[in-house]
């Protein structure tokens, strides 16, 4: 048996890994990442309930400066980010693994939908899909490299969240019925009242249609992304969808769903995790965003960590900032952020 350290949010789901990880008789300990009070707090009587000692870290400073100002950088610019992609290389399954293993730790936890192992012909550590296809959490963990994967443990990756939830309840735990928020840094997930507090009023501006006429006034581009057809405020005769943000010109390109469809996109800042580099084109199934449904599509080199995405059939609402992730099956090839 060997000394774990569990990521603990005070959630359900990380709650259940320490107490799947402790009946398979590991010596357990909890860590905390001091983003939120409330994390701190809930995951302390967490730790406390199962008699397992607990350490938090103050990682506020690195957290903003990896993650927040990311964020709020990205939706100044006309993107639209998905900020636990950029925290779990950087600060969960980096700075928080670092400390645990400075513990004692031969292994990390967390309570996310997701499976690893380490491939006995190539060596390489894979990462796949959850086997509760309805939680699967893998498209968050696209961005971990080798050296993070060899650490990790995933206790749920072959249980259902319902599963979950009766290991905890059967423990006595008040959290059995708790949710993590979406973004845990936002409250109540309102990430248009988070930038006005932290970067002010965005400008308002034109909104255009595809013949460059001006037919309204937007809000601020960051209160948009691609694919919106709420909100507007603009009426055509017929539905009008955000096609594009312009932040050079501060417009709102509106249109046709219709013209929401593309064939390929460009991706950048890839990593890969099935093979150490893509040299040729490759056959796989796309995700381009959280909740989307895999399509399919053939990845082929673009320049460095750069891939080109070309879609069996047009996808709909592809949106720079969000993460493409490619998938064999259910083993995660690699992915990285859609760039046009």
């Not at 009426?235 to 046709?256: F, H, M, Q, S, W």
Request: aromatic share 10%; proline share 5%.
């Amino acid at each position: 048996m060997a000394r774990v350290a569990v990521a603990l949010s005070g959630g359900v789901d990380s709650a259940a890994a320490a107490i799947l990880l402790q009946e398979e008789g590991h010596e357990v300990f909890g860590v905390t990442m001091r983003v939120t009070e409330t994390w701190v707090a809930e995951a302390a009587a967490v730790a406390a309930a199962l008699g397992i000692e607990h350490y938090v870290f103050d990682l506020r400073a690195e957290f903003k400066a990896a993650v927040i100002e990311p964020f709020v950088a990205a939706y100044l610019s006309g993107r639209t980010p998905n900020p636990c992609v950029t925290c779990n290389p950087r600060v969960k399954f980096g700075l928080l693994l670092r400390r645990a293993v400075e513990l004692g730790a031969a292994f990390f936890a967390t309570g996310h939908y997701a499976r690893v192992w380490r491939d006995g012909g190539t060596g390489r550590y894979l990462l796949a899909r959850g086997l509760d296809r309805k939680k699967d959490q893998s498209y968050f963990l696209y961005a971990l490299n080798q050296e993070q994967l060899r650490y990790l443990l995933f206790p749920l990756g072959t249980k259902t969240k319902e599963e979950a939830r009766a290991f905890v309840r059967a423990r006595g735990l008040r959290v059995a019925a708790r949710e993590s928020q979406e973004i845990c840094f936002l409250p109540e997930d309102d990430y248009r009242a988070f930038l006005r507090q932290v970067a002010g009023e965005p400008r308002v501006g034109p909104i255009v249609d595809l013949q460059g006429n001006v037919i309204g006034r937007h809000r601020g581009l960051p209160y948009y992304t691609v694919g919106q057809r709420r909100g507007l405020g603009v009426a055509a005769g017929y539905p009008l969808y955000v096609l594009a943000l312009d932040p050079a010109r501060n417009a709102l390109i509106v249109g046709p769903e219709e013209f929401l469809y593309r064939d390929e996109c460009l991706v950048g800042d890839v990593n890969l995790i099935l093979f150490a580099a893509l040299t040729e084109s490759l056959p796989v199934t796309v995700k381009v965003r959280r909740g989307a449904r895999e399509k399919p599509a053939v990845i082929e080199p673009a320049g460095e960590n750069r891939v080109r995405v070309r879609f069996a059939a047009p996808e709909r609402a592809i949106t720079p900032g969000q993460a493409a992730v490619f998938y064999r099956e259910d083993l995660v090839v690699g992915g990285g952020t859609i760039l046009a």
